[in-house]
């Protein structure tokens, strides 16, 4: 069996952390997930936005963690926002019901 891998690339603007996804978001890779948005919390950002625009895969665990990481950018006084969300996701999001609970902006 082949090990899910996601890559993850933060880079700062002025007032975001945008932490740019490559590959599978699943129960084997949230930790790296989970690890890069603490980072970005540490740098004290008003947003961290998660770019999916190389995100191939999304499961339960994985949608999991985007609503833990929500609640803990909101704490932290930030806000979370998801970009470049292919079709996949967006019907993920609105299935399960969730799309209402995230801040998801066009890339543009």
Do not use: K, W
């Not at 890069?36 to 740098?43: K, S």
Request: charged letters at 20%.
């Amino acid at each position: 069996m082949i090990e899910a891998e996601l890559t993850v690339e933060a880079r700062r603007t002025p007032d975001d952390v945008v932490l740019a996804m490559a590959g599978e978001i699943d129960m084997s890779t949230v930790g790296s997930l989970r690890t890069a948005v603490q980072e970005a919390l540490n740098q004290t950002p008003v947003r961290v936005v998660l770019d999916f625009g190389g995100v191939t895969f999304c499961d339960s665990q994985g949608l999991s963690t985007l609503i833990g990481l929500s609640r803990q950018v909101a704490a932290a006084g930030g806000s979370l926002v998801l970009i470049n969300l292919g079709d996949f996701l967006l019907r993920l999001l609105d299935i399960t019901g969730l799309r209402p609970a995230f801040q998801i902006e066009d890339s543009h």
